[in-house]
């Protein structure tokens, strides 16, 4: 198969186009012929070595988590699947090595589910890991029916997913936002706040008492996310490890199938959308590496395979 490896690790500059073999599926995993694998910005910190003290990679690495595509084939205990299922995953393992920008990757069942039909190929490979960071913070916050949510940074890849999930709970939601993303906040149903100093003061404008839930998404805002939380309010973060000193939440995305076809669920309901701001070829994966480290792109960067 083809596939995009990398032999050390580096800069985009260390990707290339290979041919590997066809990976092994083993009796809990399927292997999906991928149409379109999403970047996110762990993809290219796993390949700096940035994450190496936490994951281990053994080369030559195949990079990528995200996935949309076909099953080909299935292991021996995976009665879930069948070939020419219609599949999306966040497809995480244990160790660094075949990811999923190939032709071919093998995924554990428990990070698959159904592909959602009102979604392209390529926005559906933009939901896993994003919009699984979004859903599990925000459930394990409480979120819920009356709740005032503000989302730091919600234009971003996984600030966008938090509005609408926060709104599929039945929550109020105010984002954080530059003013060129104002209106798109608005177009996704939020309350936009311009970032930035003074931010606790624009926030309490709009809720007085405070807010219920706080969701960082950029880190570095702990002070005024404490600024705005109402007395018994929740908060967390996947950017700033400190906020469990402040009776915050740190997260740390986990593969789920189950939380994963509950977004599935939300997208074909019409209550949550995927914006794919660039596709790119497989062999130009280095450059969609450099697009998602610009850090200013909206929407997903996807890379369609076949």
Do not use: C
């Not at 596939?3 to 083993?26: C, H, I, N, Q, S």
């Not at 070829?281 to 395979?305: I, M, T």
């Amino acid at each position: 198969m083809k596939a995009m490896t990398y032999t050390e690790y580096g800069d985009p500059d260390v990707l290339e186009l290979t041919d590997r073999p066809d990976p092994k599926v083993a009796p809990a995993e399927v292997l999906i012929r991928v149409k379109s694998a999403a970047v996110n910005p762990v993809d290219w910190k796993v390949m700096s070595g940035g994450l190496d003290p936490m994951l281990e990679a053994v080369f030559p690495v195949v990079p990528g988590w995200d996935v949309s595509g076909v099953v080909q084939r299935v292991g021996l205990d995976t009665p879930e699947f069948q070939p020419g299922d219609e599949v999306i995953a966040y497809a995480r393992k244990d160790v660094v090595h075949g990811g999923t920008f190939a032709e071919l990757v093998s995924a554990p069942v428990r990070t698959v589910a159904r592909k959602p039909a009102s979604l392209d190929w390529h926005q559906a490979a933009g939901l896993p890991l994003a919009g699984l960071t979004a859903y599990q913070l925000l459930s394990r916050l409480g979120t819920g029916e009356g709740d005032t949510v503000l989302v730091h940074n919600a234009s971003g890849g996984v600030g966008s997913f938090a509005v609408q999930v926060a709104q599929s709970m039945g929550a109020r939601v105010i984002g954080t936002a530059s003013q060129r993303n104002h209106d798109y906040l608005r177009s996704l149903g939020a309350e936009p706040v311009e970032y930035g100093e003074g931010l606790p003061d624009r926030v309490r404008r709009l809720a007085p008492e405070g807010v219920d839930v706080v969701v960082d998404f950029v880190g570095g805002v702990l002070e005024q996310t404490r600024a705005v939380l109402r007395e018994g309010g929740r908060h967390g973060s996947i950017a700033d490890r400190s906020v469990t000193e402040a009776g915050g939440l740190y997260l740390w995305v986990r593969p789920d199938a189950q939380d994963l076809t509950q977004l599935a669920d939300l997208a074909d309901a019409g209550k949550l959308s995927v914006e794919v701001a660039e596709v790119f070829p497989l062999e130009k994966a280095a450059d969609a590496f450099r697009l998602s480290q610009q850090g200013h792109v909206r929407g997903k960067v996807a890379v369609q395979v076949s």
